[in-house]
């Protein structure tokens, strides 16, 4: 696919159909099941699904002996019945004979114990013996594959990281030496003064003495310095573990696209998702809840997909009520499902594929069930998927080619987080702050999203910057050019005031922001058991940790004050929030932390100055989501609530669901969805 010159966030499918279907498991059922199961997708409208990421073993029985009848008689069945597929490189689940004969490439716990065989990611990804089988395994995988047409893509491995995403092994020891020598060219200097090692007499004096920071096995906290890298390190290393497979079905098959289907922890999707045309992600909702109020959990993860990806597929929805052998998820709604659906599709998705086609008889997800029984009758989940893909099939070729709009963007970034928690008294994070200002806007219907703080940022009206502690030069050029041009900015507690090597920088905080913002900070802390507020002329709300904000080009726009003994506070009638005119636009500085109990006013003081004006009216969990392209808007409608509600001040339009015209009002019923085209 080619690169667009438009922000990464804001890449559009280049897909000529709307992807629907299931993930299928041919390998659980006798193959004569396979010639019934297509016919009843294709009732269903499916028109792709998503096959093999753990079938090694019966894909390659023996080292080197190879059997792809199975999953070559599934694509061809499936073709005849206009259904393409989507492969998967089996990494996941390596074979007992790899294992057995090789128990050393097992990863390794941080206590220094090593995984055994019976689950799934248990071989380790640096190990560079390991990496020879998935090379070798996913070379014969494409070619037996490379020549039939309706594999159209592929996913690699599955869900990197998402059962264990650290490993200490002898080969990780090795790997992250061979990563810092190349970081600090050669140079144990450089990574000496890089990690400040002087403190604590930690001076290495050859990189074979480094040994990955271990927290759970060192008797006092870890080098922050350190901890950082490692980081960096283990999204590295995964990300290339998945470019010697990615170069190799390229190389078989340049019209293939690949994926990986994310999103977890330790792996900057962002970097990683260079090497990959677009990013999944798998989305599961119940995991936050069920309450109408927690559709921000799902909201979340879509958004630090899409951040990374612009446009991106969901190869595993929720197709039933999710369990494993310590706990069942609630069961979905009539039209849960669906509504869930198009809630990943109005963030942005361009492929939705639900997990699993028929729930599995036996094995550790016996219960994590399917879009069909165990008993292979089609019930009331099976009616609502097949509404789905009667809908994406008739509306599908509308919504391809629009991308979500952005008009505020949270900035979200993979080293802010990292570099904040690994030495994080337990401050709130930036990731908890970018949450809580996505349920804010979004209740309020403003078209917000992340934006990755490396992406650009043209198209936005406001730009929210939670705790952004590493501040680089490039990084605040970005920031400061954003503002000049007319931004809104809204800059938090704990910015600008470390390099990338996690160290304190010499400047005053906000360091390098100090011209953008207009100001200093000049002092902060906790208050533990004082009660503070930040009061400004039409708000006052409580907050536990503060900076003592100097205004020098910037005006006050709320103050500290505290309840008892004020005369004993530093940061008593100092100044809390700031704002700044700097050239065309504005920069606001927040002395304390995105809260419960002060997002509301502070988003409304910033969508106030930006002039901007939400998407639509309805209750607080009804979601109103724009995706747009030059010729069109499709407004979706989400209702998150088990009761019908109302939705005003819509675009006039088509409501395509329903084929009906819209006056710019909905009522929608329980769990219901309309997508207004204007
Ligand atoms: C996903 C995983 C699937 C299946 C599903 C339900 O995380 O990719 O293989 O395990 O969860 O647990």
Known sequence: MKEPSLPRHQRPSQFDQFLFGACYYPEHWDRSWIEADASMMQKAHVNVVRMAEFAWTLMEPRRGKYDFSLFKEAVTTLEQRGIKSILCTPTATP????????????????DGVPFSHGTRQHCCTNNPEFRKESRRITKAMAEAFRDMPSVIGWQTDNEFYCHVDECYCDCCQDEFRKWLKIRYNSSIESLNEAWGTVFWSQQYDYF??????????????????????????????????????????????????ITHNGIFYNIDYYKFAEDLDFLAVDVYPAFWGTRPQDFIGASRLNERCRQASGTYIVPEQCGGPGGQLKFLQPTPEPGRMRLWAYQ?????????LHFRWRTCRFGAEIHWHGIIDHDNVPRRRFEEFSQEGEELQRIGPQILGTTKRVEIGISFSYEQDHAQSVLDYSRPQPDTQRELALGELMRQKFAVGYVNEDDSYAGLSILIVPSAIVITEDRARKITDFVAEGGTLLVTATSGQRNTNNHAIEQTPPGLLREVLGITVEEFGNIDHRKMNLCGSTFSTPAQYYEIVECADATPVAHWRFEEFPDTEAAQGKVGLSCNSFQKGRAYYLGTFLSEENITPILEILCDAAGLSPLAKADPNVCVIE????????????????????VDELPAGQELLTETPCEGQIILPPFGVAIVRS
């Open 95 to 110: 074979p007992r004979w790899l294992t057995y004969d090789n128990p050393q490439w097992m990863r390794v716990n941080s």
């Open 208 to 257: 074979e003495q480094v040994e990955i920071p271990r927290k759970w096995l060192q008797p006092a906290p870890c080098n922050p310095s350190a901890l950082l890298d490692y980081r960096r390190f283990l999204s590295d290393s995964i990300t290339s573990f998945q470019r010697e497979q990615v170069e190799i079905l390229r190389a078989r098959n340049p019209d293939w696209w």
């Open 344 to 352: 990943s599709i109005a963030h942005g998705a361009d492929g939705m």
């Open 627 to 646: 995706r747009h392209a030059e010729d069109r808007k499709l407004t979706f409608v989400l209702n998150n609530y088990p009761e019908a509600k109302r």
